[in-house]
């Protein structure tokens, strides 16, 4: 049986919301990904709305299409910038569950019943013609014609109208509230962090990870300068500025290289010889950052043993000759193995490198990890962030999972250092002529159960 038209659209549009959501599982930058998120969201819930109670004249003039057209667009702003505002007012926001908000108005409006006025849309003509109602002074009297066409506004609509938009607003408020609390849908956090007086964006970044979570460490960069009491811009080891002689790096960290400020932090890389503290002389310098110790005897200002790490990064679009990484070391021995590398970029801005380091029985350094890509890691801003458990290791991209070990004997169980830097000459040098490189940071977040 075929549905008639407007039934169909009804019913297209009803699913409309759900394919975009089911869309999200593709790779962040994946076409089909952004046709059908963007599409929806630009107009699935004002088409929904004008179908459900439409307030255009439904004739077959170009105008007053091109009027419903973008009564729809605009309707489908508001609702999506309601639902948003909603979400992040409870500390719950994310695209998944935006759209997931928007795709419940969206089936609600579209499915909602109405009235078909005799006369239209296909129905049987009435066999007198209308009477129009009697004025003050005047008898009713037959119409001598078609009606002329009805205004953009029709009386008795406002109310029905302002009806079906206020149970949009309602749904997309519930929505908004429930997803705020464990086991929600799209909900993957504690709500107890829309206590705790952090700002929005915190809240809004909670761990994709399963489980009741709580924000132990936070930095967005808001401030004129480094916080010195969350960073020190080197490892401990050696004083006057670092490396890391392990990789046989050609930069020497200084803390000029570290820019930190307005919501960014930025390591840079230049080419400058300077005679680091081991006598050794480097060709370059950069920058680092990490939450241990300024000296060897000194206490460390972050070490956490288990939880969520996330940043959200862009890596240098030249990337030949720099390994930008994001890690944990050990606080203790500041040595590794173990060595959790939650996102590296060794001479690429494509894939993505997750790794996990271990003591083997004979003490040698053993690892296993895996690579991710390609994708445009240095056109944007990307969230790269690692859930270590006692029993599993799982690294997620952009909020999905990708890598997982879950043998407990590989799995660290010491307290770990949070660690950024932009490391130059690992495996390769930077071609002539490079005259710097930058590694960005939007904010860096610790989650624990």
């Known amino acids: 049986m075929r549905l008639p038209p407007r039934t169909a659209a009804r019913l297209a549009l009803a699913l409309f919301g759900w394919v975009a959501l089911a869309s999200t599982a593709l790779p962040p930058g994946h076409p089909l990904r952004i046709v059908l998120t963007g599409g929806f969201l630009v ?24 009027a419903a057209a973008a009564l729809a667009v605009a309707l489908s702003t508001a609702l999506a910038a309601l639902t948003a505002v909603a979400l992040l007012a409870h500390h719950a926001f994310s695209v998944s569950v935006a759209i997931a908000a928007l795709a419940a108005v969206t089936t609600l409006l579209a499915l909602l019943p109405h009235r078909t006025r005799p006369g239209r849309g296909g129905g049987p003509p009435a066999e007198a013609p209308p009477v129009r109602p009697a004025g003050p002074a005047q008898e009713a009297t037959p119409a001598a014609g078609p009606a002329p066409p009805r205004g953009p506004w029709r009386p008795g609509r406002p109310r029905r109208v302002a009806g079906a938009l206020a149970a949009a607003v309602l749904l997309a408020l519930c929505a908004a509230c429930s997803s705020g609390t464990p086991g929600a849908a799209g909900g993957t956090g504690s709500s107890a962090a829309a206590g705790t007086g952090l700002p929005v964006a915190a809240a809004a970044n909670r761990p994709p990870a399963a489980g009741t979570w709580r924000l132990v460490f936070d930095d967005e960069f808001t401030g004129s300068t480094l916080d010195p ?9 050696n004083d006057g500025g670092c490396t890391n002689a392990g990789n046989g790096e050609d930069q020497w960290y200084q803390p000029g290289q570290v820019k930190a400020g307005g919501g960014r932090l930025t390591l840079t890389a230049q080419p400058r010889t300077v005679t680091g503290s081991d006598g050794r002389t480097y060709p370059w310098v950069s920058g ?8 060897w005897n000194a206490k460390p200002r972050h ?19 720099f390994f930008p990484a994001f890690w944990l070391i050990p606080a203790e021995t500041r040595g590794t193995p173990p060595e959790v590398d939650i996102a590296e970029f060794p001479n690429t801005d494509q894939y993505v490198h997750m790794n996990l380091h271990w003591r083997g029985a004979d003490g040698s350094d053993q690892h296993v990890g895996q690579n991710w890509g390609p994708a445009d890691f240095s056109s944007g801003f990307h969230v790269f962030g690692v859930d270590w458990e006692p029993s599993t290791v799982t690294w997620y991209v952009d909020g999905k999972a990708w890598f997982q070990v879950t043998d407990p004997s590989r799995i660290p ?12 000459g690992y495996l ?7 005259d710097s490189a930058a590694l960005q940071v939007q904010w860096v977040q610790a989650w624990q159960h």
């Open 43 to 66: 107009l699935g819930p004002g088409a929904a709305a004008l179908l459900a109670r439409p307030t255009i004249a439904r004739t077959a003039g170009g105008p007053d299409r091109l």
């Open 229 to 237: 009491a969350k960073w020190t811009t080197c490892y401990d080891w």
């Open 288 to 295: 680092m950052v990490s939450t241990g110790r300024d000296s």
């Open 303 to 321: 070490t956490f043993t288990y939880g969520y790490f996330a940043a959200s990064m862009k890596v240098p679009a030249n990337p030949h000759g």
């Open 413 to 424: 169980n010491v307290a770990m250092e949070i660690v950024l830097n932009l490391a130059v």
């Open 428 to 434: 390769e040098s930077p071609p002539a002529g490079t």
